[in-house]
């Protein structure tokens, strides 16, 4: 070879840096799933409990984001954590707030889809309306985000991470080493499973991330304090009651098979008695006090006397309360809100028959932050009104 040869290599022995590893978000794992993803990493066994607890408040807890401020832990071991896991969250692509302090985020999560979150705030309570999924397979014509397709369920990691964006949007992570309740009322107090998509068709990530919710030594609600939101998924109602416990709203809608078929058409599926059936064992199951009914109100479709009569014949013997909500319109919908006249004596019949039934105010519809009208913008389909109204078969 002489001094001009060119100098040739194999190419499957030329050195190359390997991409880096992709790093474990401890964000969305049970406490079970961060003891095996730490061992797995190295830390040893006779530590992995205690070491468990002490990230577990610093995330949960205290919002904490990085490894490095977890001041409780060798700086070895922090830097040990930070070279495998990372504590990342969904982002918030806006924020838009209503008139009456509403807030609605678009939060964009894994392969660029986007979900919405609610923030209502009320003068004894503030409750954050999460997603379970992108878009939803149910398809009900009421229902805003029922015209948008599903795309996929939600992680674990992302459905908590919702509750801990809000959290950090309104600012209310306890200072390391305070207690969650030391820094007076909750801004915070309450979570509804009730924004985009249906929650028991994604159960195992939404029984995790509500066990995280609920973790004493963590975000700390209780189970009182959640209400999951379904349209009668009738299957996973008793494992609700057994692996989660929360509070059951069911949204019920209609006092007829006929008209449940249209507007919730997993009726067809799991009918008016066969969801009656299962909701009467679910108090005994989870030690819930009651059910709540969801009961959107549509003129002349189900707001008659004779509807109100129905309905209250329908959940005798449950223990129950019935939310009345106004319909909120949405573009293209085919719906209209029951007249308030019309609102009030249906409440008055089911009141004299012995149950609870406040008027929800709506909340939120300058902004389309009611219930009902969430739709993330990037995933919307654009349908006329006329095709709305065929699928719902009116």
Same mark, same amino acid.
């Given at each position: 070879?002489?001094?001009?040869?060119?100098?040739?290599?194999?190419?499957?022995?030329?050195?190359?840096?390997?991409?880096?590893?992709?790093?474990?978000?401890?964000?969305?794992?049970?406490?079970?799933?961060?003891?095996?993803?730490?061992?797995?990493?190295g830390t040893p066994e006779k530590q992995v409990k205690m070491r468990v607890g002490q990230i577990w408040q610093w995330v949960y807890q205290w919002g904490v984001r990085d490894f490095h401020a977890m001041t409780n832990l060798s700086k070895a071991y922090r830097a040990e954590l930070d070279d495998k896991f990372e504590i990342a969250l969904p982002?918030?692509?806006?924020?838009?707030?209503?008139?009456?302090?509403?807030?609605?985020?678009?939060?964009?999560?894994?392969?660029?889809?986007?979900?919405?979150?609610?923030?209502?705030?009320?003068?004894?309570?503030?409750?954050?309306?999460?997603?379970?999924?992108?878009?939803?397979?149910?398809?009900?014509?009421?229902?805003?985000?029922?015209?948008?397709?599903?795309?996929?369920?939600?992680?674990?990691?992302?459905?908590?991470?919702?509750?801990?964006?809000?959290?950090?949007?309104?600012?209310?992570?306890?200072?390391?080493?305070?207690?969650?309740?030391?820094?007076?009322?909750?801004?915070?107090?309450?979570?509804?499973?009730?924004?985009?998509?249906?929650?028991?068709?994604?159960?195992?990530?939404?029984?995790?991330?509500?066990?995280?919710?609920?973790?004493?030594?963590?975000?700390?609600?209780?189970?009182?304090?959640?209400?999951?939101?379904?349209?009668?998924?009738?299957?996973?109602?008793?494992?609700? !009651?057994?692996?989660?416990?929360?509070? %059951?709203?069911? =949204?019920?809608?209609? $006092?007829?098979?006929? #008209?449940?078929? *249209?507007? &919730?058409?997993?009726?067809?599926?799991?009918?008016?008695?066969?969801?009656?059936? !299962?909701?009467?064992?679910?108090?005994? %199951?989870?030690? =819930?006090?009651?059910? $709540?009914?969801?009961? #959107?109100?549509? *003129?002349? &479709?189900?707001?008659?006397?004779?509807?109100?009569?129905?309905?209250?014949?329908?959940?005798?013997?449950?223990?129950?309360?019935?939310?009345?909500?106004?319909?909120?319109?949405?573009?293209?919908?085919?719906?209209?809100?029951?007249?308030?006249?019309?609102?009030?004596?249906?409440?008055?019949?089911?009141?004299?028959?012995?149950y609870a039934s406040p008027i929800r105010t709506p909340r939120g519809e300058d902004i389309m932050a009611a219930c009902g009208q969430l739709k993330s913008a990037t995933e919307r389909e654009r349908k006329s009104r006329a095709q709305i109204e065929a699928e719902a078969g009116l």
């Amino acid at each position: 070879m002489t001094a001009d040869t060119p100098i040739t290599q194999d190419v499957l022995t030329i050195p190359r840096k390997l991409p880096d590893a992709k790093k474990v978000n401890i964000v969305g794992l049970t406490r079970d799933g961060l003891r095996d993803a730490l061992l797995a990493a190295g830390t040893p066994e006779k530590q992995v409990k205690m070491r468990v607890g002490q990230i577990w408040q610093w995330v949960y807890q205290w919002g904490v984001r990085d490894f490095h401020a977890m001041t409780n832990l060798s700086k070895a071991y922090r830097a040990e954590l930070d070279d495998k896991f990372e504590i990342a969250l969904p982002e918030i692509v806006s924020k838009q707030l209503s008139a009456d302090g509403t807030r609605k985020y678009l939060v964009k999560i894994a392969g660029g889809h986007e979900v919405e979150v609610v923030y209502i705030p009320e003068t004894d309570r503030g409750t954050l309306c999460i997603s379970s999924q992108v878009g939803c397979t149910l398809t009900c014509s009421f229902c805003h985000t029922g015209t948008q397709k599903l795309v996929r369920n939600l992680t674990a990691g992302e459905i908590i991470g919702q509750v801990m964006l809000a959290r950090d949007d309104l600012d209310e992570w306890p200072e390391p080493g305070t207690g969650t309740g030391e820094n007076g009322p909750r801004l915070l107090s309450n979570i509804v499973l009730m924004g985009m998509g249906e929650p028991l068709y994604n159960f195992d990530n939404v029984r995790d991330a509500m066990k995280i919710a609920m973790d004493g030594e963590g975000i700390a609600l209780s189970r009182r304090r959640i209400t999951l939101s379904t349209s009668g998924v009738v299957p996973e109602i008793a494992k609700t !009651a057994e692996e989660i416990g929360c509070l %059951l709203a069911v =949204s019920f809608h209609a $006092t007829t098979d006929e #008209v449940r078929d *249209k507007l &919730v058409p997993i009726n067809k599926r799991f009918n008016i008695t066969t969801l009656l059936d !299962a909701l009467r064992e679910y108090p005994r %199951l989870s030690n =819930s006090e009651r059910i $709540t009914f969801e009961y #959107v109100m549509l *003129k002349d &479709v189900n707001d008659s006397d004779a509807d109100a009569r129905r309905l209250v014949k329908l959940i005798q013997g449950i223990p129950a309360k019935i939310n009345l909500i106004p319909f909120n319109e949405w573009p293209g919908s085919p719906y209209q809100r029951s007249d308030w006249s019309r609102i009030e004596a249906f409440a008055d019949i089911i009141y004299k028959a012995g149950y609870a039934s406040p008027i929800r105010t709506p909340r939120g519809e300058d902004i389309m932050a009611a219930c009902g009208q969430l739709k993330s913008a990037t995933e919307r389909e654009r349908k006329s009104r006329a095709q709305i109204e065929a699928e719902a078969g009116l």
